[in-house]
């Protein structure tokens, strides 16, 4: 099915600058999701709501909270509970708590400081029978009661519906609220606002449909069959059908509806029956660096990291040149088809047979960062680890014992004797620490020991592929089953530094909606490989006109066939193992200057633009929103580099250390600083937010049709 371009915006260029600023003076924005200050078991929404809150609050002031379930270990680390600033909300909160409610109010300790609303749910479970049968006489919707994640979603539904209404009718005057609710498990709220009809504004945002979750969780043939899909059967048949009327339930009554991408957009017409009015895309808050290279120093310290503890977990086969080793990363949550981690364990296999028959030095260490049920760190892992320190500890003794004597002879003013600045003694410990790093077993594949080793789907692969860290074998394998931290005695790191010292992060995603994974890795200046049924996949390819050039590889899985996509992530595998060191150093430094792309100062006006399309939908005698023609927005693209390939040997300047390997590159002349302004043409300068400054009523009278208005008298 091909990307048709939805009617809304999906491209950069496709919202214009609004000639006339926008009157947020008596608006309220209300952003309410089950991610607010708790990071649940999607971490992508939570990212979401945390790094747009400082791009909000800037927009909006005073005027912005963001609703959520009160969790008193989160509240406790990242909450700073304080007394309501706001009058209307004092006055709101104060009467919900004495009407048997637990509401609290603070600031999130992030970007921004926004103010939160937290909805102790626990507290007022005494009401979910009751609202249970509301929900089954308005909307006919019956909730199990095994469901706990449904039964928390009526009541936090019920809590935020009473709390908007509840604002509204504290507030002197009709006031403009704007309720955006994310996800199905705050939808019922939007749904319970529309019955009731209360006068807000409402944004529905799915970031992934629930069926779309399960059905590829399935192994079925998702994208093929979207159109076939018998939508009520298929989620009664996974006893989700409760859930899914919620959501298609909040899809259809919010006055705008929107998802992450335009892959979802497909996804969500076809099962939620509903198109979406406006893509909004994913962003980060990109801090750029002082100096051009600052990121490319950081790569070399984090990678010099990872490399420590390679040594430790191939103590005994350690035959391999670390110089010529590239660290490969697959992160995520643990969905073996849906994250891609099986076409990437059978690519893994060619490229070893590749990189065998073509007797390449290069060697390839695949990481996968998906956590898994285990019960503790492998004792051989952690020995490799022990080995390694011990053998430095013992490589510093006889470097100061070394020392000392030079030293010494030096004094005298005589040249050392080298056959005696190493005595019996250094030799005995030097000897003792190398039979200490002899080994009977091959590497471990896992770090921990897994509570389903037989039948974990990453083991059982390796098992049929036959990678185990062999001598022979040109690709390693290391599954570390979880996330990662700092404070891990086996690999102390977290995961934005792995990151960092990676040279390639692979994510050939089947089902990724949006993709913060290959996003982080862009704003890294770290190259990845996403698809084309991501969404991050399809919205580079939209703006970068030759995304493999810029360290974005996008492989087809729409079009092709598993076997094919395969032989397609193969190639874009052993290609970049082919890659000179100067290659990989100008490829980061083109993935780092499309790290702009991905900021939130650019793509924050699309949810800009979606909150002034609801207002304007919900009072039209107050706002105006006119959309732009969507034949217009063809979006801004990257241009193909002036040099191709990226292995310039005029380039010298910009790689931090020079290879003498690398001397015999081609003679191509390349001026990254030329390249880089090139670059900067071809995107808009950042978009400045409309902040609350009242305008005069101008539309009819200028006859401009762009943008957005106030009408208020």
Not at 97 to 119: A, D, H, M, T
Not at 379 to 390: I, M, N, P, S
Not at 394 to 417: C, H, I, M, W
Not at 439 to 452: A, G, V
């Amino acid at each position: 099915m091909p990307l048709a371009r939805s009617l809304s915006v999906t491209s950069l260029s496709g919202l214009e600058e609004w000639d006339e600023e926008f009157d947020l003076e008596d608006a309220v924005l209300f952003e309410i999701a089950w991610e607010v200050a708790n990071k649940g078991k999607f971490g992508g929404i939570y990212t979401v709501i945390q790094t747009k809150a400082r791009m909000t609050s800037e927009e909006w002031g005073e005027n912005y909270f963001l609703v959520g379930p009160y969790v008193e270990s989160n509240v406790r680390t990242q909450v700073e509970l304080i007394e309501p600033t706001n009058p209307v909300l004092k006055r709101t909160i104060d009467k919900m708590n004495s009407s048997g409610c637990k509401v609290y109010f603070g600031r999130w300790l992030i970007e921004g400081s926004p103010y939160v609303v937290l909805i102790d749910v626990g507290y007022t479970a005494w009401s979910l029978d009751s609202w249970k049968s509301e929900l089954w006489e308005l909307c006919a919707i019956g909730v199990p009661w095994f469901d706990r994640e449904a039964n928390d979603a009526v009541l936090f539904g019920f809590l935020t519906a009473w709390l908007l209404g509840e604002y509204a009718a504290q507030s002197g005057e009709p006031p403009h609220i704007v309720a955006h609710f994310h996800e199905w498990l705050a939808g019922l709220g939007l749904v319970l606002c529309r019955q009731r009809q209360l006068q807000v504004a409402t944004i529905f945002t799915t970031h992934a449909t629930l069926l779309g979750r399960y059905l590829c969780a399935g192994n079925v043939d998702f994208y093929n069959k979207l159109a076939e899909f018998n939508v009520d059967k298929e989620a009664g048949d996974r006893q989700i059908y409760h859930r899914y009327c919620i959501e298609r339930a909040a899809a259809h009554c919010a006055h705008v509806f929107t998802t992450v991408s335009q892959i979802t957009a497909i996804e969500a017409e076809h099962l939620l029956k509903r198109k979406p009015d406006i893509i909004t895309p994913n962003g980060l808050n990109v801090k750029k660096f002082s100096a051009v290279h600052e990121f490319q120093n950081l790569h070399a310290q984090s990678k010099n990291r990872i490399q420590e503890f390679v040594r430790g977990h191939f103590y005994g086969h350690l035959d391999f040149n670390l110089d010529k080793c590239l660290f490969l990363f697959i992160a995520g949550r643990y969905e073996f088809s849906n994250k891609g981690a099986d076409i990437f364990l059978e690519a893994l296999a060619r490229l070893n047979y590749l990189l065998r028959v073509n007797h390449s030095d290069v060697t390839v260490i695949a990481f996968f960062i998906m956590p898994a049920r285990t019960n503790n760190f492998n004792v051989e892992t952690l020995k490799g680890q022990a080995v390694r320190k011990q053998l430095w500890d013992t490589a510093q003794t006889v470097k100061e014992r070394f020392g000392k004597k030079l030293y010494e002879s030096l004094l005298v003013g005589q040249l050392p004797d080298v056959s005696k600045m190493l005595d019996k003694e250094d030799f005995t410990i030097m000897k003792r620490a190398i039979f200490a790093t002899q080994r009977q077993c091959q590497p471990p594949i896992c770090t921990h020991n897994m509570l389903e080793d037989s039948g974990d789907p990453i083991l059982t692969c390796v098992r049929r592929i036959g990678l185990f860290n062999s001598s022979a074998d040109r690709v390693k394998i290391i599954f570390h089953p979880e996330f990662l931290s700092s404070t891990s005695p086996l690999l102390p790191m977290d995961y934005e530094e792995f990151v960092r010292g990676c040279h390639l992060g692979v994510f050939p995603s089947y089902y990724e909606p949006w993709g913060y994974t290959p996003a982080e890795c862009t704003v890294m200046g770290i190259p990845s490989i996403s698809t084309n049924l991501s969404g991050f996949g399809c919205f580079m390819e939209e703006h970068i006109a030759d995304p493999s050039a810029y360290g974005i590889y996008i492989l087809d899985r729409r079009f092709r066939g598993v076997d094919e996509s395969c032989n397609q992530l193969t190639s874009f595998l052993f290609q970049f193992c082919k890659q000179s060191r100067r290659q990989r150093i100008i490829q980061r430094n083109r993935t780092e200057r499309l790290s702009d792309l991905l900021d939130w100062r650019y793509l924050g006006r699309y949810y800009v633009s979606a909150r002034h399309m609801a207002l304007a939908k919900a009072f039209p005698d107050t706002f105006i929103y006119e959309p732009h023609d969507p034949t217009s927005t063809s979006g801004f693209r990257y241009p193909r580099p002036a040099s191709v390939p990226p292995s310039p040997s005029l380039s010298r300047h910009s790689s931090p250390h020079h290879s003498e390997a690398e001397d015999n590159d081609e003679d191509e002349r390349y001026d990254e600083d030329l390249e880089a302004e090139k670059d900067r043409v071809n995107i808009r300068q950042p978009y400045t937010l409309p902040f609350k400054n009242k305008v005069p009523a101008v539309h009819e009278a200028n006859g401009n049709g762009n943008g957005v208005t106030s009408n208020k008298n």
